[in-house]
């Protein structure tokens, strides 16, 4: 299997680094890269400033709230742009709010999943993302 590079747009240091974690039990053959919000998303994504390097990914986890640039902008701007739009989104967020899960949909996300707040659960949540992502799903090749 190749290896899965994975951006986590994440403003939470813990939350990240739970993510990490979890990735790290998990099939093995990930790379995970965290920007710290939209703009810094959108950086890395365009290979601009210190992300001149930087992989394309295969997925993203996106937090909706955040300062700066929110998750909502965040996708409103990626999926606008021809070069970015078909990176599949999985909004990863402690809201459960309909009218986000609406929003996120009609922004163009792939899926919507609310984090769950025992530590057991995230992990359970982060093993079923790599499971169906990294396992059942077609990816779109690399550019």
């Not at 990930?30 to 992989?55: C, H, I, K, M, Y």
């Not at 700066?68 to 599949?88: A, N, V």
């Not at 530590?119 to 790599?130: D, G, K, P």
Request: overall charge negative; proline content about 5%.
């Amino acid at each position: 299997m190749r290896a899965i590079d994975i951006l986590l747009v994440e403003d939470d240091r813990g939350d990240a680094l739970l993510a990490k974690r979890a990735l790290d039990r998990g099939r093995g053959h990930n790379t995970l890269n965290v920007a710290r919000d939209g703009l810094e998303a959108l950086r890395f994504l365009r290979r601009e400033g210190d992300f001149v390097a930087a992989p394309r990914p295969d997925v993203i986890l996106l937090d909706l709230n955040m300062p700066r640039m929110d998750g909502r902008e965040f996708l409103k701007e990626m999926k606008s742009d021809p070069s970015l739009c078909q990176i599949p989104v999985v909004v990863l967020t402690t809201s459960d709010a309909a009218s986000d899960v609406l929003r996120s949909y009609e922004l163009q996300a792939n899926c919507y999943i609310t984090k769950p707040a025992e530590l057991a659960n995230f992990y359970q949540v982060m093993r079923s993302i790599e499971e169906f992502w990294f396992g059942v799903v077609k990816l779109p090749s690399r550019a």
